[in-house]
């Protein structure tokens, strides 16, 4: 398999696990998040610093950069239980420019020259380069996918989609609207940083500008486009979001224009993306599934 598109199948892979962390909190918790690229930052500079300056190997420092980011999640996640809606997103937009801030200007983190030479994962004495890494993003993005299906079974699951479509009804009931916002945020952010973990290990760099404001917009065009509150939505933002700009690269300039007339359309005329559960696409395929289902059954070609 050729090279570039094998790194290019890489980041997406990457960009998925960041989707599908943003629509565990955006998608199933209701708490809309423009800041989310600064979780995935801390996790890559946790990396960064951790094999780096420590020495730490796989998969602990994985491990450390999921811990770091869930738990300053857990912490900036604060201020969801005191504002909703507008006042939280312009909160989660603050985040985003404080964190970016920090790593800019914080000479232990390399400040505006970031922090290079970030070694490649190593498994048994073999560097995880090219196919190899290919292969372990996606596993984790298999295994991220499996453990948030099985979450959604739970009865926390049942309790983040309670608090989405009613507090107020969610704590009527004995929800405790405040644990399951902290741990949304908890777990979504630590979703983030093992994003960021494999970012920094695969790109061996990371810089303050990689992490702001634009794409925490981009990640949240991804959940949006693909379907909020869906298994596979945020899967195919990721794919089409990913990938298109890098064999497209004459919008390059204009992408940013493209994911804001994007995301007005989508609010506008298919307000659940496309894989929403009443998408026009997810209908459409539905009925030609059942085409195709009810010709096999009657034995027509």
């Known amino acids: 398999m050729d090279a570039y598109l094998i790194s290019v199948l890489?980041?997406?892979?990457?960009?998925?696990i960041l989707a599908m962390s943003l629509n565990?909190?955006?998608g199933y918790a209701g708490q809309v998040s423009i800041g989310h690229a600064a979780f995935f930052g801390i996790g890559a500079y946790t990396v960064a610093v951790a094999t780096v300056n420590l020495g730490l190997g796989f998969p602990l420092d994985i491990l450390l950069a999921a811990l770091v980011s869930g738990a300053l999640g857990g912490v900036l996640g604060l201020p969801a239980l005191r504002v909703r809606h507008d006042f939280l997103v312009l909160a989660t937009i603050?985040?985003?420019?404080?964190?970016?801030?920090?790593?800019?200007y914080t000479p232990a983190l390399g400040g505006a020259y970031g922090i290079v030479?970030?070694?490649?994962?190593?498994?048994g004495g073999i560097e995880f380069l090219g196919l190899y890494m290919l292969l372990l993003v996606y596993?984790?993005?298999l295994a991220i996918l499996a453990l948030k299906a099985l979450l959604l079974r739970t009865?926390?699951?049942v309790r983040l989609i309670a608090v989405r479509e009613d507090e107020d009804a969610a704590a009527a009931i004995g929800i405790s609207v405040a644990s399951t916002k902290i741990w949304a945020f908890v777990l979504s952010c630590a979703g983030a940083g093992i994003a960021g973990a494999l970012y920094a290990r695969q790109l061996g760099s990371v810089f303050p500008e990689n992490f702001g404001f634009v794409e925490s917009v981009t990640v949240l065009t991804m959940v949006v486009l693909g379907g909020a509150g869906t298994l596979v939505g945020p899967i195919i933002g990721a794919i089409i979001l990913g990938g298109l700009p890098?064999?497209?690269?004459?919008?390059q300039d204009w992408r940013y224009?493209?994911?804001?007339l994007m995301l007005t359309f989508l609010m506008i005329f298919e307000r659940d993306g496309l894989m929403g559960p009443e998408s026009r696409l997810r209908a459409w395929l539905g009925r030609g599934w059942r085409t195709l289902a009810a010709d096999r059954g009657s034995g027509k070609p």
């Open 246 to 251: 890098e064999y497209l690269r004459f919008i």
């Open 139 to 141: 596993a984790f993005v």
């Open 257 to 260: 224009v493209i994911y804001g």
């Open 155 to 157: 009865w926390f699951g």
């Open 24 to 26: 565990l909190l955006v």
């Open 10 to 16: 890489t980041f997406i892979g990457i960009w998925i």
């Open 117 to 123: 030479g970030i070694p490649p994962v190593t498994i």
């Open 94 to 104: 603050g985040i985003n420019f404080i964190v970016v801030a920090v790593f800019q």
